[in-house]
């Protein structure tokens, strides 16, 4: 998929805020840090499109970018910095749930895994809470560049056996480097092949 625009639409804290349009809507999650705000200028090729914050988890809006008119983008609020205070961190919890679980238009959700990571419980019991509620969702590992060799693979199978052991069927997965580009091309023909289907 070639991205032709790629346009801020509108931010705001609640899924029925969200735009009425219903075009089909890709959203992107993962913990503060993981390197959503990247991804999402190496996807667009828009530099400043997702703010990459010096202050990781400051945001709290769901942001809309509308895609080449045909899919919205979503920028959700990154979860799990530790340093915001229980009751941002409730209400953080019920921006996503509402959004993740109420927004019809929400065709796939991405959860970003950082991949030099090994698994890390929030992100494990964010990925079982998807499954009990029957989320569309598929994974992206970030930062594939930051591995030393080797350890790149190994870090996804660890993480994809421990899915594994809860789950029969694995969600789709992709590699992805924000540094490289590694990874836009099958990731957008991912969602430009279900736009088509
Ligand atoms: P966010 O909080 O999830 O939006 O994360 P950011 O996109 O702001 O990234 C967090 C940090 O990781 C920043 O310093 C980025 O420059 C860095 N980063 C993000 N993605 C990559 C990547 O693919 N490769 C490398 N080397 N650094 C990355």
Redo the contacts with the bound molecule.
């Keep these: 998929m070639k991205i032709n625009s790629a346009e801020f639409e509108i931010s705001n804290s609640r899924a029925d805020q969200c735009p009425k349009s219903n075009i089909p809507e890709y959203a992107f999650i ?10 999402i ?2 996807l667009t090729q828009r530099k400043g499109l ?1 703010m ?2 010096s202050t ?2 400051k945001t709290m809006l769901i942001n809309h970018f509308r895609i080449n008119d045909e899919w919205y983008l979503v920028d959700l609020p ?1 979860y799990g910095y530790a340093k915001r205070s229980k009751k941002d961190q409730e209400k953080l919890q019920n921006i996503i749930s509402f959004y993740v679980l109420e927004r019809e238009q929400l065709t796939n959700l991405f959860v ?1 895994i950082d991949s030099r990571l090994k698994p890390q419980k929030i992100d494990l019991e964010f990925i079982e809470w998807l499954g009990e509620n029957g989320v569309p969702f598929s994974i992206i590992f ?5 591995n030393k060799k080797g350890e790149l693979r190994k870090n996804v199978e660890t993480f994809l056996d421990t899915l594994r052991e809860q789950w029969e069927e694995l969600p789709p997965h992709f590699i ?5 580009r590694l990874g836009r091309e099958e990731l957008l023909n991912y969602i430009d092949n279900i736009n088509k289907s």
């Design positions: 993962g913990r503060s840090n993981v390197g959503k705000s990247s991804l200028n190496m997702a990459t914050s990781p988890g990154g970003l970030t930062k594939a560049d930051k992805t480097s924000s540094e490289s």
